[in-house]
């Protein structure tokens, strides 16, 4: 196997190089007196040998950082600086480093260290951000127990732990330094307590800017269930008396899971039914249970080196998962992740950032936050759970807890734990870990008195290093049902082992319809020639929820795909069947709004590479338009009917009732809107009480290119509320048509409300244009050229951020010929940037690699 990142940086760490540390710590001490550009840390650090670590060079990680003074059990440590960290002559014994450093906070624009966003300090340590508060060996697998002063006029000053009063902080929990965390400014809170299955009481905070108060409660509320289904589900119960939230308005992602004192950014936490969708409060929920949860999959026990991410990300989105589906059910939130995955992780897998769930090299680990360390680690989880069986799968959690607490740990420690619980070797299982790429199944089925047969047959693409695969274990559900819909064989797990696998259904009198990966049981491609009468059986028979839905997506696209390939016209048999599940009054609101929400334009260009074609987002845009023009005029005499009843009355909840109905009645609110010219969304406009429905209209409008009058009293409605603004902003660009999305995106940089260092801000504007695909894939190149400009100036700037938007290059490849070359000149001249970050200069390496 050859290493794509050997041919890109001399600097590409290795997991195979991994050594322990030289010395462990014991303690750490640190004062803040806090500055805006003359913060001082002063450290006092207990470090001993490690007995298992064979070489003893004394290193500590340091970067921007201005010494004053460094010693060694009091004695000038003679240390030797470079841009990345400090030695000295250690002794071979316990001994104390105590240090003073100077930081600038506030002209910190990257947001990784300390830094200041609107007047308040914060931190974000994850990955390797403590590095620039002061020096440490900044790696996980160094523990220690930390206390913490913070000195500063601020009114509120907060850290990892107890609370000792007068801006002392300590956390008995031994933890990781990027587990460290500090706040301070004048900040207020909503309070409120948590009484543990033991009967301790926990105080809660969630803090906030003066102001942001109202919009605390449903984030509070979400960290109690939080709190609580964690010791339900997985026996595990808080460990400290107090559990702070704090809101961010400045931060590179949605939140962070330091010890006790949790920083999301504001966009994360921050809900009210008058600024906050629907879709925002489940977010939020989201974020706020991942966070939580990250206390035991995460801190407690943590990794032991950054490629073994996946071992506390992987795990807590898949525990996040499965709150989300008992809170808001679980078909729903089922299909909600498949589409993520398949919108983010499947299109990373085919492309030229492909890598393994733990990949076996980086260059910086920021850019490895992926969605498939993060969904694709999930998913792997999810297998494992199928495989095993709900018992086993707790019963082996539970000895990873007791077994691993307190320590930093490694993929084959987790695996062990369910191989010693359930005898069963996991070494095949584990490529899924070690392998990169989505696997593509295929399926036979054959049929003789009375056996069905299905003979599966596995094999996963080449990805950037790897150009052979091994066959993977691989959980697929099926169930068969016959021609009336009745199942004759409930859901049984085939598990492919081999590269082609047959499984037998014995004792049937008809030939049997198979519903074949229920619930999605595996993040596989499947291919299989399935007609499409097939298809609109299992959309309105099939007794699996995910494989109903996953009927009417692949009916319509592959009506999609004909329209854009064959100029066909949308076949009356797809629009009849939607019909069908429109007045199928045993569905849903919510499902019945996932199966009217087609394709994405990106899913149908993903679908036609596979065809073998060259896509045509331009040609796919227009398709699309026709194919919902079409689906609003078939509804036509049912749309009126179903708004009306999907109408939700009295205060606003965001519970997912509410919400599918809102979603359902929106869908239809979007279909009448392409027959009435605006004039329903008008009125709902006029009419809404909460964002949601606010948002829907004015989505309405503009994309029936009626909506200036509506779009400038939005602005004018919400110009003092930021993340409001953002939704504008954004709203701009995703609706703008071809070439006017970039040129939307260009005049919103001149906005006097746009602000580059704020990362919601351009996530915005460019995650938007991004995200629109015919207008970032404009004919003109403009697209590609201005996300060029703005990433390189972000670059300079945010160089996280600035790395992690330029994923939207990731699929050149499908592109023409014009269109590839024109990619290729803005990846190129993004790395021809003097001065161009490790970050982006990684990215853009192995986009172009591709
Ligand atoms: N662990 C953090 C992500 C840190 C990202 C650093 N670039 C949030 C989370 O996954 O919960
Ligand atoms: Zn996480």
Redesign the pocket.
Known sequence: MKDAAATIDPRTIYLKDYTPPSYLVDSVELTFKLHPTETRVISRIAFRPNPDAADKTFYLHGEKLQLISATIDGVDAQAKLTDLGLTAQAPDAPFVFEAEVEISPSTNTALEGLYMSNGMYCT?C??EGFRKITYYPDRPDVMSVFSVTVEGKEKVKLSNGNDLGGGKWHDPHPKPAYLFALVAGDLVNLHDTFTTKSGREVDLNIYVRDGDLHKTPFGMDALKRSMKWDEDVYGREYDLDLFNIVAVDDF??????NKGLNIFNSSAVLASPDTSTDGNFHRIETIIA??YF?NWT?NRITCRDWFQLCLK?GL?VFRDQQFSGDTRGHAVERIADVLQLRARQFREDNGPLAHPVRPDSFVEI?NF?TATV?EKGAEVIGMLKTLIGDQAYYKGCDLYFTRHDGQACTIEDWLKCFEEVTGRDLTQFSLWYSQAGTPRVSVKEAWKDGTYTLTFTQSTPATPGQDTKDPRVIPIAVGLLDETGKEVQATRICEVTDEVHAFRFTGLDVKPIPSINRGFSAPIILERDQSNEERAFLLAHDTDPFNKWEAGRALSRDVLVRMVAEDATPDQAYLDALVAVARDDTLDPGFKALVFSGPSQDDIAQALVDGGLTPDPTKIHLAAQTFNLSIAQAMQDLLQRIYAEMQVTGPYSAKSEDADKRAWGNAALAMLSRLDGGAQAAKQFDDADNMTQQLAALSCLLRAEVGETQNQAFYDQWKDDRLVIDKWFAMQVSHAKLDAAPKAAQALTAHADFDITNPNRFRAVFGALAGNTAGFHSPDGSGYALLADWLIKLDAINP?TAARMSTAFETWKRYDADRQGMMRDALERIKATPDLSGDLTEMTTRILNA
């Open positions: 974000q994850e990955a590179n992602m949605g939140a962070m899971e991942h966070e990250h995460g990300e807590t920021n936050y993060y996280q």
